[in-house]
């Protein structure tokens, strides 16, 4: 895997197709651990995917092959896919709410508008505020939010420092349709802090 501290994918990054086949299936199991440590669940639906370089690589590698658009579809996913890995003085998140039944998930949608205004880290007195990818709006004139939501949760110098030492550090959401928490495990804060470095 890549050093945590790479803060965008090149083309050079990027293996041809026919090598990244030979090296995908072991690629894939190196990366299961970390992500692992990467993803939150708060609320019964509500998964957190916490970005980096090596995920962002991983989906990129991933789109190419499924779609083998060659180098004309590089710079297209590159435009997609580095927004997400963190700049060094945040963190990045893929939000998804998972449900199965398309008329339940409809109905939860439709109460859901503006979620992604209202997610948050709380850890050692400090609050940080998400704030979402702005590409596109995730929540639509009728109030019913997207099930996937794109979020940059941006800190201060004080606040990467109280993360890294936090005794606890909890991410949630306020909405009113859904206010829910989780409580990082230490080993999540910690592979979490490492997108500071």
Known sequence: MEAMSKRAITKADILPLDEYIKVRKQRHADLIAQKKLRRIEIGPVATCYFENYDTMLHQVQEMLYIEKGGDEQIADELRAY???????????????????????????LSRLGGVEETMYFRFAGHE?????????????????????????FPFTAEQIAAFKSADQVMVGFKHDAYGHIAVLSDASRDALAADFD
Do not use: W
Not at 87 to 99: K, P, R
Not at 128 to 152: C, L, W, Y
């Open 128 to 152: 940080v505020m998400g704030k979402p990818e702005e590409d596109v709006d995730r929540t639509n004139a009728d109030g019913k939010a997207s099930s996937v939501q794109f979020i940059h």
């Open 82 to 108: 580095n927004p997400m890995i963190p700049n060094g003085t945040e963190l990045t998140a893929t939000v998804m709410f998972e449900i199965d039944d398309p008329i339940r998930r409809k109905n939860f």
